[in-house]
């Protein structure tokens, strides 16, 4: 983690989001392409979603997203906004620092996600729990954005599962998360132990045993080369989607204030996804951020 030309941290792990889907709901659906695109995708969202009890209802979803202003529900849905074409960067100016969120590849994303929920192809989870699993396991939803952490969940599930890499608009992108090591200053045995014990998290030995017992990525490159994490690989062929999409993985923005960017741009993501136009969620959201920031509008 770097900011201002310091490094702050180092990582422990890693991951990333992709699509987990059903392979039996694709199969019943006559999909036998995996979407690429966002057009595809919502394409396939909509011949997933079915009315299997005659009912006269949809009562099984092409994808549940998540919902609510916490940082899972922007997580999942940064590598939209990426893929669109935008980013969310803090600009030093004269009064401080300035965020834009009004961007059109922001406004691309929500609307996106918008246009599934008006499609009736997507389901939205309880608030602030998008990552929970339970309509993915009962087969109510064929899709879901999640990340490597859950597969010891879907495994011992023992239900059909595969995972793709995330849908492009303009550019392939998901979102890099995990943890990280810091080093408090304190007294100077605390400070080498502590660094001692940061080395030894990055081993290549202690990487690969935390790989195979968690499903997170390796930071130790050498890691993934070797014979166990090989092996561990080819038994959970998912991993290999996210491995690839590292090479497209983007962490979220690092500056000060951004976690309450971050609550603003979750509180647009879910107007939008009640029905706000994705213009005006986002108009509003600037107009906080303005506040925090003590920027002056645009214009």
Not at 160 to 176: E, H, R, S, Y
Not at 241 to 266: C, H, K
Not at 267 to 294: H, K, M, S, W, Y
Request: net charge neutral; proline share 6%; hydrophobic share 40%.
């Amino acid at each position: 983690m770097r900011y201002e030309d310091r490094l702050w941290s180092m990582p422990f792990d890693t991951n990333n989001v992709g699509i987990f889907y059903r392979p039996s709901l694709f199969k019943k659906a006559g999909i036998d392409t995996l979407p690429k695109t966002w057009a595809e995708f919502r394409t396939v969202a909509k011949r997933l979603t079915q009315d299997t009890n005659g009912d006269g209802r949809a009562d099984r979803h092409g994808i549940q997203l998540a919902l609510g202003k916490g940082e899972f529900a922007v997580f999942t849905w940064l590598p939209f906004l990426w893929s669109a074409g935008s980013k969310i960067d803090a600009v030093s100016g004269e009064n401080g620092l300035a965020v834009n969120v009004e961007q059109s590849g922001a406004i691309a994303a929500l609307k996106f996600w918008q246009d599934l929920v008006k499609d009736g192809s997507a389901i939205l989870s309880q608030p602030e729990r998008g990552y929970e699993l339970d309509n993915f396991l009962a087969g109510k939803v064929a899709m879901q954005i999640s990340g490597p952490w859950t597969l010891g969940q879907l495994q011992s599930s023992n239900i059909d599962f595969g995972v793709f890499p995330m849908p492009i608009q303009t550019k392939a992108a998901t979102a890099l998360g995990g943890e990280n090591l810091f080093v408090f200053k304190t007294t100077p045995e605390q400070e080498r132990a502590a660094f001692e014990f940061a080395e030894y998290a990055a081993s290549e030995a202690f990487q690969t045993e935390w790989a195979l017992g968690t499903g997170y990525l390796p930071v130790n490159l050498q890691s993934r080369k070797t014979p166990a994490y090989k092996a561990f690989v080819q038994k959970q062929p998912s991993l290999s989607v996210f491995l690839e999409q590292m090479e497209n993985a983007r962490s979220r923005p690092i500056f000060p204030g951004y976690t309450r960017v971050s609550d603003n741009l979750g509180r647009a993501l879910e107007a939008t996804l009640l029905g706000r136009a994705p213009e005006v969620a986002l108009q509003e959201a600037q107009a906080r951020i303005n506040l925090i920031f003590d920027a002056p509008p645009k214009g």
